[in-house]
């Protein structure tokens, strides 16, 4: 069965500093990958996905990710973070039919001044 | 696209009463989901439709809970006999499809924080 590590519970990160989110992901057969992401408050919104073709996928606020097949790892990057980055970091994985997404427990992500 | 919408916002009840939560789902997705977040952890799948069709439940969702979407349309979650371990954020999603195919992605309400005291 499909399942998805998150590394780190916890990032504390000082503005305009560079982040990594660590997922690796296990399966047995090919998956699609995401990462979602929770503000105070708010419900989850997709930040971005991986379905085939490049490895590197981006989102339009300046983070992206990379596609590592041998490695299993699907890590969340920014080179540079502002304070309203603030939230909750989800890595999902599609499960084995392609029907629903397997969530890891989640980064915390705080950016402070 | 008004968005997902779940319906209360927060519960509170106590130990052995049932409680029934409503999701609306955006209006052209076929697709719903429910979740299940505890504090510190990633949302736990529950269980899915397609249209009306409940395709999928977890082994989690014990015979108490009960799903249905009727006609296709917004959906309803049960819980019989509440117990204080069913205290978590319940969370809707729909989408057009299946997670990988095409420009599908969920869509998820703000949820309902059953609180089971």
């Known amino acids: 069965a499909q399942s998805v590590t998150q590394l780190d519970s916890q990032v504390p990160v000082f503005e305009e500093a560079p982040v990594e989110l660590r997922c690796n992901y296990s399966s047995s057969v090919s998956v699609y990958l995401f990462w979602y992401v929770q503000y105070p408050n708010q419900g989850l919104q997709l930040l971005l996905k991986y379905l085939s073709g490049s490895t590197l996928v981006e989102s339009i606020n300046g983070f992206e990710a990379e596609f590592n097949k041998s490695q299993t790892s699907f890590h969340l990057r920014k080179p540079s973070v502002h304070i309203s980055d603030t939230a909750e970091y989800f890595c999902?994985?599609?499960?084995?039919?392609?029907?629903?997404?397997?969530f890891g427990a989640g980064t915390r992500l705080a950016v402070h001044p | 696209d008004t968005g997902v919408s779940q319906d209360p916002r927060h519960k509170i009840t106590k130990r052995g009463q049932n409680v029934t939560f409503r999701c609306d789902p955006i209006?052209?997705?076929?697709?719903l989901y429910w979740y299940r977040q505890t504090l510190g952890q990633g949302p736990e799948f529950l269980t899915y439709?397609?249209?009306?069709?409940?395709?999928?439940k977890s082994r989690l969702l014990s015979d108490r809970f009960s799903a249905e979407r009727p006609k296709g349309s917004f959906s309803t979650l049960e819980i019989q006999r509440t117990e204080q371990g069913d205290s978590a954020m319940y969370l809707c999603a729909s989408s057009l499809g299946p997670p990988g195919q095409g420009n599908s992605p969920l869509h998820f309400g703000n949820g309902t924080r059953l609180t089971v005291t």
């Open positions: 999902a994985v599609s499960d084995s039919g392609y029907n629903k997404l397997i």
């Open positions: 439709f397609q249209n009306e069709a409940q395709l999928e």
């Open positions: 209006s052209e997705h076929n697709r």
